[in-house]
């Protein structure tokens, strides 16, 4: 099985701290995605990577960046933290760009910012 | 721009009964995608089915199924002897490279 994991399930930060949200997938996946889920608003995405050292800019990329420096780990930054990025952010992963091949999803961290 | 419309918030169907989940979609990709996920309570977003655009046939896994009308850019979800553990968000989405998931369905399952 295809196992996602994010390195918190709950975090309590503060405006202004620099935020640091870790993903890593187990399968040997090419695609990793970031997204972060509102109620009412779904799921949006904020960054995705098709490779090492690569990514793309999603739909809401302002506020943050990422870091892919092996495939199997893909982090979420947050420069400097803000109330409005007060969410549960999902970290995915798929098998390669060829196709639209399924995601496979981590728990999700709820990321609270004072 | 892709969107992906989910018209209904919330939802409730009685155990053992059939309820469908309506989705629809706009796109200009000549090639994409379509899927079902569903978000039980506290756990993780797992896949309930995908349907590829090309093919005209409906996917179906087990209890779920799918009505796929490309023309009318809508992809509904039909989950037939409700049971408890169906209860969950649910998400449409659609996508080539990337997807644009709707703003979920809540699904209550009474028994």
């Known amino acids: 099985d295809v196992k996602v994991t994010q390195s918190s399930r709950y975090l309590v930060k503060r405006t202004g701290e620099k935020v640091f949200l870790e993903c890593v997938q187990d399968?040997?996946?090419?695609?990793m995605f970031w997204y972060r889920q509102d109620p009412g608003l779904g799921l949006r995405l904020i960054y995705f990577?098709?490779?090492?050292?690569?990514?793309e800019k999603g739909d809401i990329p302002e506020g943050y960046s990422v870091s892919r420096e092996k495939k199997e780990r893909f982090s979420l930054i947050l420069e400097s933290a803000s109330t409005n990025q007060t969410s549960m952010y999902l970290c995915?992963?798929?098998?390669?760009?060829?196709?639209?091949?399924?995601?496979?999803f981590g728990p999700g961290t709820r990321l609270t910012v004072l | 721009a892709q969107t992906v419309t989910q018209s209904q918030p919330e939802m409730s169907v009685q155990e053992a009964e059939t309820v469908t989940l309506s989705c629809t979609y706009d796109?200009?990709?000549?090639?994409?995608?379509l899927f079902w996920y569903k978000q039980p309570p506290s756990r993780q977003m797992i896949l309930v089915i995908r349907q590829e655009a090309y093919k005209q046939q409906n996917a179906t896994e087990n209890r779920f199924s799918v009505n796929f009308q490309k023309a009318a850019k809508s992809f509904s979800l039909k989950i037939s002897d409700s049971q408890l553990g169906d209860a969950a968000m649910y998400f449409c989405a659609c996508g080539s490279e990337k997807l644009v998931f709707g703003k979920g369905t809540k699904l209550t399952v009474n028994p």
């Open positions: 995915a992963s798929s098998p390669d760009r060829v196709s639209t091949d399924t995601q496979y």
């Open positions: 990577s098709y490779d090492v050292k690569m990514k």
């Open positions: 399968m040997d996946h090419e695609n």
């Open positions: 796109t200009s990709e000549s090639d994409y995608y």
